[in-house]
């Protein structure tokens, strides 16, 4: 009886303890989307309701959006989003994949330390080269081309591309490919026909985080793109200081910036996880 | 039969390792090439340019100039309030993201209604780009009249704050923190989810209470994971640009200028290409210290 009594008394309070649980995760959740949740509520805004007390309260209206892209032609922004940030990802799984393959499955003494200098190039802060690499551009003709972005990006991304290929195709048995090289495939078919299939998934989440990186890449889109090959990223700070004050319109355009991005990665958020962990963490 | 085919075998083994060797190199060549031209041209014009009189406005201004664009920027307190500011900037914001991100980590691997959901939620920021963050915050929550934030603390009879002017810093690191807190939770509820289930219950059944539990099983458990977070968010954070580009623009003064915007400044409004170019090369000289450091403790983590 008294054991019963004590049972249910714990079953009570792992109840309880559950339910604050749930308070607590769902307090933290609501928090840390709100800004983003504002910004979709303060879109449908009109200006004047945009400013006024903050309310849930109020006539919707799609006027910020028409002003937006009566502004701005956000469809050219979001395709150049699109085509550097593909594109660089492409380039990037392109010239990372035979470095990846040689590491992972002809490792030397030297393959360790390689990886870490790769790791450590991507330390060296954008800053730090902004000066040449604008000069370059300017005296190559490539301000403000789509180009030289899809070219910076795949170096940007390149050492996180090649590290996580490498961890992904680490896992790959070496007796499939072996056995593969046994039938006479030659290194292209190797890696085209057996490996890239194998490690299918951890291709995936490299490409997917190399794509995230890229269409929120702010310094180099900034800096050198004004129009023909301006991002998203451009089309937002374009937003930025002197219509700051019109709430409205600047949450349209936020809206509309993020919301590909967004959906995408709440997508593939799974697949995106186990690139993030860096393959450092199983 | 036998012998001559393992005699054949041997040879072409031999002449395989040979080979293989060539093919490795022809392998690597191309992401090794590129990365390597990626580091030393920029970083040798950078060097190149740092020595020289160079401004993009005045082409009258040319020469070799030594030491001496070193010299203006090391005498320059602004250039130090640069370096502490962004020390200051990726200190503030690991601490925060780490403690916090691990805090998350553990509540958001209980079960409870809904998680599937508030997990999206919560991970949401992360995906937010840099430049919409940074504005969204500035106009929507921090702004001192039509802010969130400030409407919310005069409904409580306080009275309302201009973040970005009153506490630039605070306000910055709030901002980046916001964005790089779902980046650390995510990875440590990955680490925390491949907790061998068996080993806590068998702690619990000992008696273990919750805060044992939390910092003799689960904090030791999640050391690599940490490892990962530090490393990955000191990449970025030590150039974080856009969300001080577009909120305070360096300001108060120079308060928010970190190194990243120090050298903008420098090259892009100034057109002082030889003192950014100098600026840049202390950049990359701090990246290499933090990068030594780092790497180190770190890379014993990730296996390679």
Redesign the interface.
Known sequence: MAQKKSAQKKSGQKKSG?IA??I???A???A?????F??VV?SFKSEVD??A??TLLFRPTLESYAEVQQRADYFSFALNSVLISVGATALALL??T??????AF?P?KR??S???W???????????????????CRDLGLLDSRVALIVIYM?MN??IV?WLLFTFFKEVPHDILEAGRMDGAR?GGEIWHLLIPLALPGVASTALLSI?LC??E??WS??LSSSQAAP??TF??S??SPE??F?AK??AA?TI??AP??V???LS?RQL?QG??????? | MNAVMTSSAAELSQGRAAGRGLRRSLLLAPSVGLLLLWMIVPLAMTLYFSVRRYNLLDPTITGFAGLENYELLVTDPELWTALINTLVLVGSVLVITVALGTVLAVLFNEPFAGRGVARLLVIAPFFVMPTVSALVWKNLMMHPIYGVISFLLRSVGLAPIDWLAMAPMLSIIIIVAWQWLPFALLILLTSLQSLDHEQREAARMDGARPLTMFFFIILPHLRRAIGVVVMMETIFLLSVFAEIFVTTSGGPGDSTTNLAFLIYTRALLQYDVGGASAGGVIAIILANIVAFFLVRSIARNLEA
Do not use: D, H
């Open positions: 559950r649980v749930a607590v995760a769902w933290v959740a609501i840390m989307f709100f800004p983003i504002w910004i303060t945009a400013v007390a903050p010239v990372a035979p470095g990846a393959y040689a590491m002809r030397s393959t360790r390689l990886l870490l790769m790791l450590s190039t991507k330390m060296l802060p954008a800053v730090g080269v902004l000066v040449p690499i604008y000069l370059l170096l390149l050492p090649v290194v995230i269409w929120n702010a310094f900034l800096n998203l990223t937002i700070a937003f930025s700051g004050l709430f600047l949450s936020s910036a993020i991005i967004l995408f990665g709440w958020q996880v993030l962990t860096f393959g450092a963490v199983k």
